[in-house]
């Protein structure tokens, strides 16, 4: 039987301590959001649908972007068990200097188009967390400008080699002469993927008022606002046509650069170089042969070729083969710190983020931005300290499985085949393989495991 008693009316007043709501209402909104994905609910909601679109889609089908991400949700991670930790250090070095963090901010185009704030809320975002800020060739803030909202954190510059050389260059310049200690060479553009979304949305650069433009704008008066009482979008290099962002890279952007651009870049650029949009080994292993600093495995946030590789899947073989020493960065599909963690412990140097960012930013602009570090960096700690590591040195391949959900097809049939012991055995296990990632997981013995697993590997 339980026994009961009158409520004590002190018991019940320490019960009722109600917190004091925030009035704050950008504080409120970010402050409820905990994970990357909730930034972005939030940056839908403000953001006009041509711009968050712009921001948030990829190209055709947008499988290259889902699989990324699918293939971060995949990791299974193996934590060191009583393997304490006390200190956690969560820098490193990068590119000759120090960041607070194992991540950076990657270049983006046209941000200050996602809400008005833009480059300078990422900059000095960047600076308060003690990470690198990467501009964009298509930046809407000047190189100045975000060395001035930067002045004593690392900057990057993002060198799109156009048709008219002597614009990039003249930026390349411009950035070395400004203090940015590293030039990022993006070569997965020679002309621009196809955008479907922006097609769709009637989307242009500048923005054009349509009467599905206004009535969209209705709940999102804000972004107006800041649209039409802030300095007008300027770009660098390129003039505005009013076509959309695909039609603009077209028309600017060179599809005959080469390994000799890269020789003018070394000549011109007295910083560290990397080049950004590496997507196999041979290309990885011919770049560092060259000696360039560092490579970024990347394909573009997905916005380029659909069903390109996945770079998370390229990583653990690219570092292989260049050796661990060489700088191997990666980005595209990283929205958790967790995601990160998987990263550094199969060897990737560094890792960008692209989208994570301009989520926090759509959602609350300087404050928003330091929300998505914030969430990041939290997510990553608690990830490293869950698998019993104190630094980032020692987070190892052994820490991490990729698991598979796709499998090459020329794979799985070796394997099917291998593990077939008669002739009526493989016809057997072909019949009853629906597809060829089955066929080689159930052959695996673990209905997900990947051929890269723990045992393999440690
Ligand atoms: C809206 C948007 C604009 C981008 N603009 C550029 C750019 O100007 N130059 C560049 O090298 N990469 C650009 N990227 C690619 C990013 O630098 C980065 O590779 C990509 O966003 C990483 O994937 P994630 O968004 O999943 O993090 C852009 C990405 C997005 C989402």
Redesign the pocket.
């Known amino acids: 039987m339980v026994r009961r008693q009158l409520p004590d009316v002190h018991e019940l007043a320490q019960l009722m301590r109600f917190k004091r709501p925030e009035l704050n209402a950008k504080k409120r909104r970010l402050d409820a959001a905990l994970t990357i994905y909730d930034l972005r609910r939030i940056a839908q909601r403000r953001t006009p649908k041509a711009a968050f679109d712009?921001?948030d889609g990829s190209a055709e089908s947008e499988i290259s972007?889902a699989r990324?991400?699918q293939a971060f949700e995949d990791v299974e991670f193996h934590p060191d068990i009583l393997h304490p930790a006390e200190n956690l250090d969560t820098s490193c070095q990068i590119l000759g200097g120090t960041s607070a963090l194992p991540f950076g901010i990657?270049?983006?185009?046209?941000?200050r188009l996602?809400q008005t704030e833009g480059e300078i809320a990422g900059a000095s975002a960047a600076a308060a967390a003690g990470i690198p800020f990467?501009l964009?060739?298509?930046?809407t803030t000047s190189i100045e400008d975000v060395k001035a909202a930067n002045p004593h954190g690392r900057n990057w510059f993002?060198l799109?080699v156009m048709r008219d050389r002597e614009i990039s260059y003249g930026l390349a310049r411009r950035a070395a002469a400004a203090g940015f200690d590293t030039l990022?060479f993006?070569v997965d553009?020679p002309i621009a993927g196809a955008r479907l979304r922006d097609k769709r949305n009637g989307f242009s650069i500048p923005p054009q008022l349509t009467l599905r433009t206004i009535v969209n704008a209705i709940p999102r008066p804000w972004w107006w606002i800041d649209f039409l009482t802030t300095p007008p979008l300027e770009f660098a290099s390129l003039s505005s046509t009013g076509g959309t962002v695909g039609d603009l890279l077209d028309a600017a952007m060179d599809p005959t650069i080469s390994y000799d651009d890269l020789k003018t870049i070394r000549e011109l650029w007295p910083g560290k170089i990397v080049i950004?949009?590496v997507q196999n080994v041979e290309d990885s292993k011919r770049l560092i042969d060259l000696g360039v600093d560092g490579i970024?495995l990347?394909n573009?946030?997905?916005?380029q070729l659909d069903r390109a590789p996945v770079p998370f899947w390229l990583l653990p073989e690219v570092v292989r083969e260049v050796g661990k020493d060489a700088t191997v960065m990666i980005?595209?599909?990283?929205?958790n710190g967790a995601d990160i963690v998987a990263s550094v412990a199969l060897g990737a140097k560094f890792t960008?983020?692209?989208?994570?960012y301009?989520y926090g930013l759509m959602a609350g602009g300087r404050q928003g931005v330091d929300k998505t570090i914030d969430i990041l960096a939290t997510q990553l700690r608690r990830t490293m300290r869950l698998l019993g590591v104190g630094s980032l040195e020692e987070l190892k391949p052994s820490h991490v499985t990729q698991l598979t959900r796709l499998v090459p097809l020329s794979r799985a049939a070796k394997e099917a085949a291998e593990a077939a012991p008669t002739r009526r055995g493989a016809t057997r296990s072909r019949a009853q393989a629906p597809s060829a990632s089955k066929a080689s997981a159930e052959d695996a013995g673990n209905p997900r495991r990947s051929t890269t697993s723990r045992s393999a590997r440690a």
Do not use: C, E, N, W
């Open positions: 712009y921001t972007l990324a991400r990657a270049p983006t185009g046209f941000t996602m990467t964009s060739t298509l930046g993002q799109y990022m993006t553009t950004k949009g970024v990347s573009h946030g997905g916005r980005d595209t599909g990283i929205m960008l983020v692209g989208r994570a301009l």
